[in-house]
């Protein structure tokens, strides 16, 4: 689900922070920066960067495509390749028959059974194209609010990490805790009140 879908599910965070420059400069450099990069042909397991909403797997921030009034629009992408447990077992039992034949020996120590399992997974990692997950973004830089077309977790805790690399600028996601103390009419007196808040647990006990 994302911004052009019917329904999405979305996390929303504040922007926090100064760019150096001009806006719109800073922001094309930095996805440029952390483009995402294709891992199809390497050994590793997963990658993370920016991507175009309306061609995700063409990726390019060359033009202005992605400013829209006082918005920006563009995605997160995380490519992960997952090779199953049964075909990396499948692949070292084969590894490991082949490498006792090679040294006439009926048993490899721990570092060899190390070493074959981390080259049978790199070699099976080149083979395996990665899985790409898409996460739309958009970003209002007038009111330094974004939206994450998601709520995973995983998703949110990326973006955060790479917003922070690629601009600069930090991300507070917005809950109501956060929403109260960003409350323009907040209160000193309100606001120490608020610190003090404990999370309060709702589920009925057994017996009460």
Known sequence: MGFFSSSAAISRYRVEGQTEGPLLETVREGLNRYLIRDIDQQAEERTIGWTNVDRPYAPSFEDSSFAIADFFLFALRIDKKSIPAKVIQKN?????????????????????????????????????????????????????????????????????????????????????????????????????????????????????
């Open 92 to 208: 070292l039992a084969e590894a490991t028959a082949k490498r006792k034949a090679e040294t006439e020996r009926d048993f490899l120590s721990r570092s060899e059974k190390k070493m074959l399992k981390e080259h049978v997974i790199n070699v099976l990692a080149l083979r395996i194209p990665a899985t790409p997950s898409i996460y739309d973004i958009l970003w209002d830089y007038a009111e330094n609010e974004l939206w994450l077309f998601s709520t995973q977790k995983a998703a949110g805790e990326a973006l955060e990490s790479l917003f922070s690399k690629s601009f600069n600028l930090s991300l507070v996601r917005l809950f109501p805790y956060t929403m109260a103390e960003f409350h323009p009419g907040l209160t000193d007196a309100a606001r120490d009140l608020l610190n003090k808040l404990t999370p309060c647990s709702f589920a009925k006990r057994d017996g009460s």
